[in-house]
């Protein structure tokens, strides 16, 4: 056979082309066989993997060799590990008969191979992770084709690279499925893409809504009480969006403390300040590509409103200590259960950022507002709660669901769940007990759980500043005169403390005289010096 350098150049070229158009390695094979066939006279191929952790060689790839006369997997003992990395290593393909190439290789490699061959050794990351094996028994004595050969090295190479990669991936996908579908299982869901509870009925206008918006990349503000399902339907506006594929982050703007929220918003440079030992990327460059959920936006710092509508207007981040602007790909979807616009009006909510998160507000209805969802939602808790603890699954009687009918839920959907959790436990998988868990029952557990009753006194004469002195004190005597902090009177009253400071000075309320000494029964503060405080 005679052949042209120019065409073996060529051949080389679909070579790469072909292993670039197929992923599988055993695609790619026997797509380059018919052309070595034609252009050098190979009769056929073997790619065989080595397994360096397993001490293994397994065949991955093979073309024109008949089945029944391909080499099977093996084990390699030491000495033949030792001899065929040593080969490796020298990087010299081997060339001739094959009792010839048997004196180098373990005589299994080569088994199926008739007449004359040539092997090569296919490397990755610097280290051996393969044999490319062509059979060279129709090729003419002649033919000095071993520089040609030896370029088919570095594409087969590669295409047994992306093989490798292709398995990992499959494997890691496998896993994947199997952690979703276990998932699904222990929620007692057919698919994350299940409907809503109370889709059809109660938050039938809600989901129209979250229709709406949910093809566009319009900020969504979702206003609710507390536990009524916000997060749940942020997650559903991501799920219709096109960013589906992209990640929903949640944060708790009301969690982070106001001398980190740069940090955790927008990142830090490494030795941006003391602790920063390393670059930390923040929440905006995290969700680039998908959905931001801020959640109780309405707990931001002035500080931070500035900032947060920067990003909104502009796209941009700067880590802190930063010196460049980061552009990321953003939704922000916020939800807040206090009055904004009242907020905005007392100069605690920026006004160009209210307009700017608020363009597509969605208002959730508090539980009490959609009876008509309780019995669904609380036969789903139960048997949510019924596989979770391993009991056997119950469902509330007609009487119970009355009780749940009737019953106010301060806590929404987020009490509804507690309370059927724990009717099940009360339980014990017999049935659920419903009564004792809602607090109209038998038992300990029902006095704790009434809604304690709120005594506003004489109303009909009081002023509406009357009105709030009265309840703002009794506030600050029931937190020992604390304005501010987690147990201060501004967490349980809903709002700003600066706010709330406000509100004091201007209807004469002084929170020291709410300042017991000691501040409770049988304990004193000591200051650093030791004395009393």
Not at 86 to 97: D, F, K, Q, T
Not at 407 to 433: F, T
């Amino acid at each position: 056979m005679t052949t042209e350098y120019g065409e073996i150049d060529a051949l080389l070229l679909k070579v790469w082309r072909e292993v670039a158009n197929h992923l599988r390695i055993e695609e790619a094979t026997a797509a380059i066989l018919p052309q070595l066939q034609a252009v050098m006279g190979v009769q056929g191929i073997l790619v065989r993997r080595l397994d360096a952790v397993r001490h293994r060689v397994e065949t991955v790839a093979s073309a024109g060799i008949p089945a029944h006369l391909s080499p099977d997997d093996g084990q390699l003992d030491e000495s033949q590990r030792a001899d065929l990395l040593r080969w490796c290593a020298s990087g010299i393909p081997l060339e001739g008969e094959a009792q010839h190439l048997a004196k180098h290789l373990p005589a299994h490699l080569l088994r199926g191979l008739p007449g004359k061959a040539w092997v090569g050794c296919l490397e990755g990351a610097g280290q051996p992770r393969g044999l490319l094996i062509l059979d060279l028994s129709a090729c003419a004595a002649d033919a000095d084709l071993g520089a040609y050969f030896s370029a088919l090295i570095e594409p087969f190479a590669a295409a047994l690279e992306n093989d490798r990669r292709l398995r990992e991936l499959s494997v890691l996908r496998e896993a994947a499925e199997a952690d979703r579908q276990s998932l699904l299982t222990r929620l007692k869901r057919q698919d994350v893409t299940d409907t809503l509870v109370g889709a059809e009925s109660g938050l039938r206008e809600v989901m129209e809504r979250v229709d709406l918006v949910a093809r566009s990349d319009t900020p969504v503000l979702i206003l609710g009480e507390t536990g009524s399902g916000k997060e749940v339907v942020a997650r559903a506006i991501h799920r219709r969006s096109p960013r589906s594929a992209g990640p929903f982050l949640r944060v708790n703007c009301g969690a982070i403390p106001p001398e980190l929220i740069d940090s955790e918003l927008f990142g830090h440079e490494r030795g941006s300040f003391t602790g920063a030992v390393a670059t930390r990327q923040g929440w905006f460059e995290r969700a680039d590509g998908g959905t931001l959920f801020l959640d109780e936006i309405g707990e931001l710092s002035p500080a931070a409103q500035v900032r947060l509508l920067r990003v909104l207007q502009d796209g941009g981040v700067q880590r802190v200590g930063g010196q460049r602007s980061l552009t990321v790909d953003v939704r922000v979807v916020a939800a807040t259960h206090r009055d904004l616009h009242a907020m905005v009006k007392e100069g605690d909510f920026r006004q160009d950022l209210w307009y700017r998160i608020a363009i597509f507000p969605i208002r959730l209805p508090a539980l009490r507002e959609r009876t008509q969802d309780i019995p669904a939602l609380a036969t789903h808790f139960a048997l949510q709660a019924a596989q979770r603890l391993g009991l056997a699954p119950q469902v509330p009687r007609p009487e119970e669901m009355a009780l749940l009918v009737d019953y106010p839920w301060p806590g929404n959907v987020r009490e509804l769940a507690a309370v059927m959790e724990r009717a099940a436990i009360l339980g014990d998988g017999r049935r659920l007990e419903v009564a004792q868990a809602i607090g109209v029952g038998k038992g300990p557990v029902s006095t704790s759980l009434k809604p304690p009753a709120i005594d506003t006194g004489p109303v009909a004469s009081d002023t509406l500043d009357e009105h709030n002195r009265r309840h703002i004190e009794a506030v600050l005597a029931s937190c020992a005169g604390r304005v501010d902090g987690p147990f201060g009177a501004a967490r349980r009253l809903g709002i700003n403390p600066n706010t709330l400071r406000g509100r004091m000075r201007k209807l004469g309320i002084d929170p020291r005289r709410f300042r017991a000494s000691p501040p409770l029964e049988g304990w004193a503060l000591r200051s650093p010096r030791g004395q009393i405080a």
